[in-house]
């Protein structure tokens, strides 16, 4: 079981991270701006902190700053809701929520579930979920390759440095086929 600070100013994003990471067995409290994450972040004892870019009084960037300052060096999920359709117009936006099915959404709580497995250093586990969600994704291209990457990375965290920067070379030229272009730079930068 892990303590985790969760940091986020959406009630219903909150609660949906409480419950997921409660069911996963963790210890889970919150913070709701970003003074105050970056008061409670410096108490000892957190495994991990989930930590949101957009926040009241200071955002997420500012808080992991003033933590690495402070030589602070527990392990932070950054959560944003920009994505790269999102990213182009509201209308890309509201269609990526339209097609955003219970499945998928499913899978992609897995992956985050997987990464803050890896995160407080249960990578077997981590890659166990991953390899069930990689091959329960099928239809769901983006979702696939989000966890074959993450995959690659918890392999380099584990110091399986070569299979990671394969499997990552792997995603990067499967995802710029198909026009996938932040997850193909996401794992360029993660086999750096």
Do not use: Y
């Amino acid at each position: 079981m892990a303590r985790i600070l969760i940091v986020e100013d959406e009630p219903d994003i909150a609660l949906g991270l409480q419950l997921d990471l409660t069911d996963e067995g963790h210890d889970v409290e919150f913070a709701l701006d970003g003074e105050e994450a970056g008061r409670r972040a410096k108490e000892p004892g957190w495994d991990l902190i989930v930590l949101d870019v957009m926040l009241p009084l200071k955002d997420g960037f500012e808080v992991c700053r003033g933590l690495r300052r402070a030589k602070i060096r527990t392990p932070l999920l950054m959560l944003t809701a920009k994505t790269q359709e999102a990213e182009k117009t509201i209308q890309d936006a509201l269609r990526l929520v339209a097609t955003t099915s219970n499945r998928q959404w499913h899978l992609e709580v897995g992956i985050a579930a997987a990464r803050v497995e890896a995160a407080t250093g249960k990578r077997a586990a981590a890659a166990t979920r991953l390899r069930k969600i990689r091959d329960d994704a099928k239809g769901f291209m983006a979702v696939e390759l989000d966890a074959e990457m993450t995959l690659g990375e918890v392999e380099i965290a584990s110091g399986q440095v070569a299979e990671g920067r394969a499997r990552l070379e792997s995603v990067e030229r499967q995802a710029r086929s198909k026009n996938l272009l932040l997850i193909a730079n996401q794992a360029a930068a993660a086999r750096r």
